[in-house]
DNA sequence: CACGAGACCTGTTCGC
DNA sequence: TGCGAACAGGTCTCGT
């Protein structure tokens, strides 16, 4: 059913520009970012790359600043550096920081000139080789800036969780002075930045904790366990270049080794006892009853 | 400070 | 077959 609807599209549109983005946390970040970055055959990297101009058709895209003057400040500059922080995408310009969040269905592509617009193009770059960056997003959530110092936008995100610095008994501490929910905590990016609804269902199972489970009452090595569950969850999502779900497709295949995400009703991988789904903080939820038992 | 509801948006899938 | 409801990777703002 699918196939027909893509080969339908493949005719009149371009492959690369027709599909509406998937799930974008951390891992899912991370593997765009490190494409862009280091290039995936025919892509090229964008680094060193010089944005001849810009284009913005759908006007909130271009948060800040406002489209015409965002259009007018990008052109000439040059790709310096690529990186990520938290669920953003850094492009470190010549003079500013052009900064990218794909919210819930935004999506980067290559393409080299001539290529016709997907339909979900919201945004789009031209460099001075011949190659355009399109922003796409069907939702229209996403959000690009261009800023001198990106810390005005990135100042307040909570720590990385990859990062060694955030040790154990830091992570212990963070959990201990708010008492909250574990789950709307884990995708509070103030508290921990990168994690989301995927990821945060899947370390919890993981570490076998309830998504209620209030933060305070972690003993110490809940919370070394919380974070280790946290840390290889993500890993093993980047390691398969992020996940792809339902009718879209984007290359990443950690959507086979989910263990609770979107598995109502099917066996714990664990235990067998049958997955359920529940509303927590106005997510989608899903746990195992047995492993992860109500606090 | 914690939390829920509503916004922002469009597309697919589900249930009747 | 059709049609409205439910649901979706995220985050922001407002009211309690």
């Not at 090229?44 to 965002?70: C, D, H, M, N, Q």
Request: overall charge positive; some cysteine; charged content about 20%.
């Amino acid at each position: 059913m699918i196939l027909f609807k893509m080969i339908g599209r493949l005719q009149t549109q371009t492959p690369s520009s027709d599909t509406i983005a998937p799930m974008p946390e951390l891992p899912e970040v991370e593997t765009i970012a490190n494409r862009l970055r280091d290039g995936r055959p025919p892509e090229p990297s964008l680094l060193g790359k010089t944005i001849a101009r810009a284009e913005v058709y759908w006007p909130k895209t271009a948060a800040e600043p406002p489209a015409p003057a965002f259009r007018q400040r990008i052109a000439g500059q040059r790709v310096t550096a690529i990186g990520r922080r938290a669920k953003f995408i850094l492009l470190t310009l010549s003079e500013d920081t052009l900064v990218v969040h794909l919210r819930m269905s935004g999506d980067i592509h290559l393409a080299k000139d001539p290529q016709p617009f997907g339909r979900f193009n919201r945004l789009a770059l031209w460099f001075t080789d011949g190659w355009q960056m399109a922003f796409e997003d069907a939702r229209k959530f996403g959000r690009m800036w261009l800023l001198a110092d990106p810390q005005t936008l990135l100042g307040g995100l909570g720590p990385e969780p990859l990062e060694a610095s955030l040790t154990p008994a830091k992570f212990h501490a963070r959990l201990t002075t708010r008492r909250r929910a574990l789950k709307p905590l884990l995708l509070d990016q103030a508290f921990l930045a990168g994690v989301g609804n995927i990821y945060a269902d899947e370390a919890l199972h993981l570490a076998r904790l309830h998504p209620l489970t209030p933060s305070d009452s972690l003993t110490p090595a809940q919370a070394a366990d919380l974070l280790k569950a946290i840390r290889a969850v993500l890993r093993a999502g980047i390691k398969r270049n992020g996940a792809s779900i339902d009718w879209v497709y984007r290359g990443g295949g950690y959507q086979h080794e989910f263990r609770v995400y979107q598995r109502t009703g099917e066996p714990c991988p664990a235990c067998g006892t049958p997955i359920i789904r529940t509303t927590v903080g106005q997510r989608g939820t899903h746990y195992c009853p047995r492993c992860q038992p109500a606090p």
